[in-house]
């Protein structure tokens, strides 16, 4: 035992003077950028080192030579005992390998960035990049046979995503941590960076600031820098959330929805379809969600953007002069298929004109393909996920098959414009898989003893008479059985959840996520005991890789497995972002 310690004493000893004086570089080692687009630069030195110590170079040169820009030494952090070099704003010209070594205070720290160019000429003059967020395969598989049906092992018909000529596995893994979240994920698809959980483009630094951190280009950035291309962002969530806002914004923290809002107005894209009107009010208005007294709405017309609030305004905004326009349709989060379309429930009795994924999205392509040069369209099927969470399979299932519509209407597009680049995927999975069904059919009251599994599952009886793609009910009497591999104390009732959507865990008075009583007395329920931390309400996302897929001009470059940050690279070649000349 006495030997024992006295080796990890040693080795101790041996390890800490490297361990704790360990300088970062922002960008971080292996980091891939598009060259000359803008980027910040930071080292952060363990503990408060001398300026006349501190060294950083490019391949051996100064880096203020190397970068043209001043190098700015911060002897103490705001909030934080220790120095920093920043070196904002700067690109680099030239494709190729640089390694960049900070030194101070006696420590040092390497890191290579490799910044590739573009052909000089685009392949595709439009994209179009649809996500649903947290599209897991089990969601895929369950929309196809819920939509389509299946006999005798053999699906009766296939999604448009079935058709897409090429298909990559993505790692959704964040700078931090295996797990990931739809900001560092889609941040990474719209800039070619990954970064940490929470951040949307910008890597993540020590300080608590969440808006100082040092930034990269986004797409919406590059495609104004590079291309005269329309933008258009079509969501059903806020628009301020992560997903959509990644697409433009720089913030360490996703949950800065107002400053959000406030660049979004800053890259104005020509078509804003979403939820989110909140942000848009002055704090004055009812339902605001911002602390000041700007108006962006206001701002908005001013600039001539044409306002949509219900699917009426929407159909009407089609003939929009400018072809610019702006559509809110919740103040929140937009209803789910299954509430808006079929059951009712959910906001919609609030909110009762709320615009389909299907019909924004049209409508984006007609306003954003009147211009010339091209556009890049970001469609997100928001609920996948955000029923994913609470473990609403149905909702989230048929929110996967609204997504495979909004597919085909870009698909169609793409069929009388190809020189469209189409790009389908999600952000990250959830752990989800389908087991079999459930049969009320089967004898008894115990609905757990009515779970097919193997040949017991046979095949799901969900009938689509009326050919809209969608069943005409989800509350068949053989049922598809979704299941999660996590989340927290719940009932599982076996059955659709059609009074709302499901609130698996409600928090009681010690803080902690508890089961819902309310489905306790669903004929049947069984408490499932949860796996994951009392702090968690809801289901979380896996860590499985992502199916994307693509067709069009430029999708060669989707193969194999790739880095959500890869994905950017192959759109910055298809639209040549990396060109030496403006287009
Ligand atoms: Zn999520």
């Given at each position: 035992?006495?030997?024992?310690?006295?080796?990890?004493?040693?080795?101790?000893?041996?390890?800490?003077?490297?361990?704790?004086?360990a300088a970062t570089v922002l960008p971080l080692d292996r980091a891939t950028i598009?060259?000359?687009?803008?980027f910040?630069v930071k080292v952060e030195?363990?503990?408060?080192?001398?300026?006349?110590?501190?060294?950083v170079t490019i391949n051996?040169?100064?880096a203020?030579?190397?970068?043209?820009?001043?190098?700015?030494?911060?002897?103490?952090?705001?909030?934080?005992?220790?120095?920093?070099v920043?070196i904002?704003?700067?690109?680099?010209?030239?494709?190729?390998a640089y390694t960049v070594v900070a030194r101070?205070?006696?420590q040092e720290k390497t890191v290579t960035w490799e910044v590739?160019?573009?052909?000089?000429?685009?392949?595709?003059?439009?994209?179009?990049?649809?996500?649903?967020?947290?599209?897991?395969?089990?969601?895929?598989?369950?929309?196809?046979?819920?939509?389509?049906?299946?006999?005798?092992?053999?699906?009766?018909?296939?999604?448009?995503?079935?058709?897409?000529?090429?298909?990559?596995?993505?790692?959704?893994?964040?700078t931090?941590?295996?797990?990931?979240?739809?900001?560092?994920?889609?941040?990474?698809?719209?800039?070619?960076h990954k970064?940490?959980?929470?951040?949307?483009?910008?890597y993540?630094?020590?300080?608590?600031?969440?808006?100082?951190?040092p930034?990269?280009?986004?797409?919406?950035?590059?495609?104004?820098?590079?291309?005269?291309?329309?933008?258009?962002?079509?969501?059903?969530?806020?628009?301020?959330?992560?997903?959509?806002?990644?697409?433009?914004?720089?913030?360490?923290?996703?949950?800065?929805?107002?400053?959000?809002?406030?660049?979004?107005?800053?890259?104005?894209?020509?078509?804003?379809?979403?939820?989110?009107?909140?942000?848009?009010?002055?704090?004055?208005?009812?339902?605001?969600?911002?602390?000041?007294?700007?108006?962006?709405?206001?701002?908005?017309?001013?600039?001539?953007?044409?306002?949509?609030?219900?699917?009426?305004?929407?159909?009407?905004?089609?003939?929009?002069?400018?072809?610019?326009?702006?559509?809110?349709?919740?103040?929140?989060?937009?209803?789910?298929?299954?509430?808006?379309?079929?059951?009712?429930?959910?906001?919609?009795?609030?909110?009762?004109?709320?615009?389909?994924?299907?019909?924004?999205?049209?409508?984006?392509?007609?306003?954003?393909?009147?211009?010339?040069?091209?556009?890049?369209?970001?469609?997100?099927?928001?609920?996948?996920?955000?029923?994913?969470?609470?473990?609403?399979?149905?909702?989230?299932?048929?929110?996967?098959?609204?997504?495979?519509?909004?597919?085909?209407?870009?698909?169609?597009?793409?069929?009388?414009?190809?020189?469209?680049?189409?790009?389908?995927?999600?952000?990250?999975?959830?752990?989800?898989?389908?087991?079999?069904?459930?049969?009320?059919?089967?004898?008894?009251?115990?609905?757990?003893?009515?779970?097919?599994?193997?040949?017991?599952?046979?095949?799901?009886?969900?009938?689509?008479?009326?050919?809209?793609?969608?069943?005409?009910?989800?509350?068949?009497?053989?049922?598809?059985?979704?299941?999660?591999?996590?989340?927290?104390?719940?009932?599982?009732?076996?059955?659709?959840?059609?009074?709302?959507?499901?609130?698996?865990?409600?928090?009681?008075?010690?803080?902690?996520?508890?089961?819902?009583?309310?489905?306790?007395?669903?004929?049947?329920?069984?408490?499932?005991?949860?796996?994951?931390?009392?702090?968690?309400?809801?289901?979380?996302?896996?860590?499985?890789?992502?199916?994307?897929?693509?067709?069009?001009?430029?999708?060669?470059?989707?193969?194999?497995?790739?880095?959500?940050?890869?994905?950017?690279?192959?759109?910055?070649?298809?639209?040549?972002?990396?060109?030496?000349?403006?287009?």
């Amino acid at each position: 035992m006495r030997s024992l310690l006295a080796i990890l004493t040693a080795t101790t000893i041996l390890v800490s003077p490297t361990l704790a004086a360990a300088a970062t570089v922002l960008p971080l080692d292996r980091a891939t950028i598009l060259v000359s687009s803008p980027f910040d630069v930071k080292v952060e030195f363990d503990g408060v080192v001398a300026q006349a110590d501190v060294s950083v170079t490019i391949n051996g040169q100064p880096a203020a030579d190397v970068l043209g820009k001043d190098v700015v030494f911060i002897e103490r952090e705001d909030g934080v005992d220790a120095s920093a070099v920043r070196i904002n704003g700067v690109t680099i010209n030239e494709p190729g390998a640089y390694t960049v070594v900070a030194r101070g205070g006696g420590q040092e720290k390497t890191v290579t960035w490799e910044v590739y160019g573009t052909p000089d000429t685009p392949v595709a003059r439009n994209v179009i990049f649809l996500i649903a967020d947290g599209l897991s395969v089990a969601h895929r598989t369950a929309a196809r046979i819920m939509s389509r049906g299946m006999t005798e092992g053999k699906a009766d018909g296939r999604l448009n995503m079935d058709d897409l000529d090429r298909a990559a596995f993505i790692g959704t893994s964040s700078t931090e941590s295996v797990a990931t979240d739809s900001a560092n994920t889609m941040s990474a698809y719209m800039s070619g960076h990954k970064t940490a959980v929470n951040a949307l483009g910008v890597y993540a630094d020590r300080t608590p600031d969440s808006l100082d951190d040092p930034k990269f280009e986004t797409l919406a950035e590059a495609l104004r820098r590079q291309t005269g291309k329309s933008i258009g962002i079509v969501t059903n969530s806020e628009l301020q959330d992560a997903t959509p806002a990644a697409v433009f914004a720089h913030t360490r923290r996703r949950a800065d929805k107002a400053e959000i809002n406030n660049q979004t107005y800053g890259v104005r894209p020509e078509v804003i379809l979403g939820g989110g009107s909140a942000y848009f009010l002055p704090q004055s208005t009812p339902g605001s969600s911002r602390k000041d007294d700007i108006d962006h709405i206001a701002l908005y017309r001013e600039d001539g953007y044409t306002l949509a609030t219900t699917k009426g305004e929407l159909a009407a905004a089609r003939g929009s002069n400018t072809g610019k326009v702006l559509g809110l349709f919740h103040t929140g989060n937009m209803d789910t298929t299954l509430d808006r379309e079929f059951l009712r429930k959910g906001t919609v009795d609030r909110f009762p004109e709320q615009p389909g994924l299907v019909d924004m999205t049209r409508t984006a392509l007609d306003l954003l393909s009147r211009n010339e040069e091209g556009f890049v369209l970001v469609v997100e099927a928001a609920n996948v996920d955000k029923m994913s969470h609470p473990l609403d399979w149905d909702r989230a299932v048929v929110d996967t098959i609204e997504f495979d519509h909004a597919i085909g209407a870009a698909l169609e597009f793409a069929e009388e414009n190809p020189d469209t680049l189409i790009i389908v995927t999600g952000d990250h999975t959830h752990g989800v898989s389908i087991i079999g069904t459930v049969d009320d059919d089967k004898p008894g009251d115990d609905m757990r003893q009515k779970v097919g599994t193997y040949a017991a599952a046979g095949f799901p009886n969900y009938v689509d008479s009326d050919g809209d793609g969608y069943p005409d009910s989800v509350d068949v009497s053989r049922r598809l059985f979704l299941a999660a591999n996590n989340g927290p104390d719940h009932y599982e009732t076996f059955r659709p959840k059609l009074d709302g959507p499901f609130v698996p865990a409600i928090r009681n008075e010690d803080g902690k996520y508890v089961a819902n009583e309310a489905y306790k007395d669903v004929p049947g329920a069984v408490f499932v005991q949860g796996n994951i931390p009392t702090s968690g309400d809801t289901g979380v996302h896996a860590i499985d890789d992502v199916v994307l897929q693509a067709t069009g001009p430029g999708s060669e470059g989707f193969k194999g497995y790739l880095e959500q940050s890869d994905v950017y690279r192959v759109i910055a070649e298809a639209l040549a972002l990396g060109a030496r000349q403006t287009q």
